[in-house]
């Protein structure tokens, strides 16, 4: 069984038993967090799509803890200008274990 649901701007494929990496959450490692914008609920024979969420489905997960992505660099340059710029930065997130998928 999976379902796609919405996060902060973002829509991901989730199943039951996986992790899941996240734009920071305010929340804390070992706490339990409900997701209510669910788009579409598939068990393998039935599918069930929301108008745009599915009414009363749920998606629980457990915060396993926050991290940092790796350094992602960047870089402009502008020839025979003696123009050259270089930055970083690394993301940081949270990482989900999805515990339960719940269907109206």
Do not use: C
């Not at 989730?14 to 068990?43: F, Y």
């Not at 457990?62 to 991290?67: I, N, R, S, T």
């Amino acid at each position: 069984m999976y379902a796609i649901v919405s996060m902060q701007g973002f829509q991901y494929r989730v199943a039951e038993g996986e992790t899941l990496r996240v734009p920071v959450l305010e929340a804390q490692a070992g706490e339990e967090i409900t997701v209510s914008d669910v788009h579409l609920i598939s068990d393998g024979d039935e599918v069930l799509v929301g108008r745009p969420t599915i009414p009363d489905a749920r998606v629980t997960a457990e915060v396993l803890g926050h991290g940092r992505g790796p350094k992602l660099h960047a870089a402009k340059y502008k020839r025979r200008k003696d123009y050259r710029r270089r930055w970083g930065h690394r993301t940081n997130y949270t990482e989900l274990r999805i515990r339960g998928i719940a269907r109206p």
